[in-house]
Nanobody, 120 residues
Framework: QVQLVESGGGSVQAGGSLRLSCAAS????????IGWYRQAPGKQREWVAV???????NYADSVKGRFTISRDNAKNTVYLQMNSPKPEDTAVYYC??????????????WGQGTLVTVSA
């Protein structure tokens, strides 16, 4: 059974930092691309960042230069380092395996996510 469990969310002031974790089980982690997604109140879920099995990364323009995605295959975990977050980054953050190159489709059921609240 595939499980992707997000953690690390909380409240942070704008300009601070926060690190999210996505722990995976039930998959051969090292061969999978993993993406971070988020859903702000009243908005649709959107893709944030992705890391391939080989470590290549890609970011949405809104977070480029501020967020960093990384992975630790020994721990079956993907991280999202959020530096200089802005109030508009407030959202529930999820991880999942993207199915297409636009990252709009995902492979797994959505987990609970982890809430990030950024105050001005």
């Amino acid at each position: 059974q595939v499980q992707l469990v997000e953690s690390g969310g909380g409240s942070v002031q704008a300009g601070g930092s926060l690190r999210l974790s996505c722990a995976a089980s039930g998959i051969t982690f090292s061969i999978n691309s993993i993406g971070w997604y988020r859903q702000a109140p009243g908005k649709q879920r959107e893709w944030v960042a992705v890391i391939s099995s080989g470590g290549s990364t890609n970011y949405a323009d809104s977070v480029k230069g501020r967020f960093t995605i990384s992975r630790d295959n020994a721990k079956n975990t993907v991280y999202l380092q959020m530096n200089s977050p802005k109030p508009e980054d407030t959202a529930v953050y999820y991880c999942n395996r993207p199915l297409d190159t636009n990252y709009g489709l995902v492979l797994d059921a959505w987990g609970q996510g982890t809430l990030v609240t950024v105050s001005a």
